[in-house]
């Protein structure tokens, strides 16, 4: 079963025996053993039983708490795992340490080089389009990225590179209903934007829990700045897989049409977009279905799910951050 997601306002989550059901307008909506449960993602407005919370706390199952249109609000967390030897090497290596300039280094090529992967393969698949100019210039952002010795100067190179991907995002829409000219948030105020960040709202949810299941503390990162509040390290480890998953089911979304512009909405006064019930289904069941597909980890050279990935990448850098292996390496796909 993977996640589940509620959509459904006003909806009750309980438990009866070691199942858990959800009801709303005295019907119900799904009942499914708790054993094949993974998460709970609640977008919107529900009520969750007492009773669920603390099944879910007992078997460490996260539940996050979205709005209706995907903008994170926060999550119930079971007690921090044992394993007091990965969070005190996460600590040992804050700063401008080498090690923390290793992990940085690793996350910002893992991101630009899947960006810089993704713009290639559309190109080959569409000789026509003209992305030379942004694939060269992310090019040029990864490769200082090796001689590169400070954070800042790395958290610029990402943000170089980043813009240059997002400056050709419009050419790789093929359904002219659907238009991207930047990338805005907090609100996303066209339908392209309202996915990313929905996509970006239920990826982290995904990642931090696998941040949690390894041991390390969520709140400190590297390449993202402490902020209170902020699952930075979570934010750091989701960023090479921004284009792997998100990217990849908002863009297959639009461009086969399994999305269509009657399935967005807009607040009037605002201008916030969000998807309808119907689309926010297929959006998360897209969402899904990309999670658990399949492909051929390069480095376990085995094949896993990218729900997989999430861990197997956090325990890579649990390793590395506790010397039992020389680096980092991101999960990079051509």
């Not at 700045?225 to 934010?235: D, H, I, K, N, T």
Request: hydrophobic share 40%; with cysteine; charged share 25%.
């Amino acid at each position: 079963m993977g996640t589940i997601y509620i959509t459904q306002e006003d909806a009750f989550v309980g438990k009866t025996d070691e199942r858990l059901n959800i009801k709303a307008n005295k019907q119900q909506l799904l009942d499914v053993p708790m054993i094949k449960v993974d998460g709970v993602v609640i977008l919107g407005r529900a009520t969750v039983s007492p009773a669920v919370v603390n099944e879910l706390l007992e078997r460490h199952i996260p539940l996050s708490f979205l709005t209706g249109t995907g903008r994170y609000l926060g999550r119930l967390e079971p007690e921090m795992t044992k394993n007091i030897f990965v969070r005190k090497a996460q600590w040992l290596a804050a700063g401008e340490s080498s090690q923390a300039i290793h992990v940085v280094r690793g996350f910002v090529r893992g991101k630009l080089k899947n960006y810089r992967n993704l713009l290639m393969r559309r190109r080959r698949e569409c000789p026509d389009l003209d992305l030379d100019s942004s694939i060269t210039k992310l090019e040029q952002a990864i490769a200082p990225i090796e001689t590169t010795s400070t954070i800042n100067s790395l958290r610029g190179l990402e943000g170089a590179g980043s813009a240059a991907y997002f400056g050709c995002f419009d050419r790789l829409l093929k359904e002219t209903n659907f238009q991207f000219k930047t990338r805005n948030r907090r609100p996303p105020t066209d339908p392209v934007n309202a996915l990313l960040s929905l996509g970006y709202s239920l990826l982290r949810h995904d990642v931090q829990s696998a941040v949690n299941i390894v041991g390390f503390d969520p709140y400190l990162g590297y390449l993202h700045v402490e902020r209170y509040g902020r699952p930075s390290l979570a934010l750091d480890l989701m960023e090479e897989f921004r284009p792997l998953v998100v990217d990849a089911v908002v863009l297959s979304a639009l461009n086969q049409g399994k999305l269509m512009p009657n399935d967005f909405i807009a607040e009037p006064l605002s201008n916030a977009v969000s998807l309808t019930p119907d689309g926010l289904k297929i959006f998360l069941r897209l969402y899904e279905q990309k999670k658990q597909s399949k492909f051929k980890h390069p480095v376990l050279q085995r094949q896993c799910t990218y729900q997989e990935s999430f861990e197997i990448q956090a325990r890579l850098l649990a390793k590395y951050l506790m010397g039992e292996t020389d680096k980092y390496p991101p999960l990079i796909l051509k």
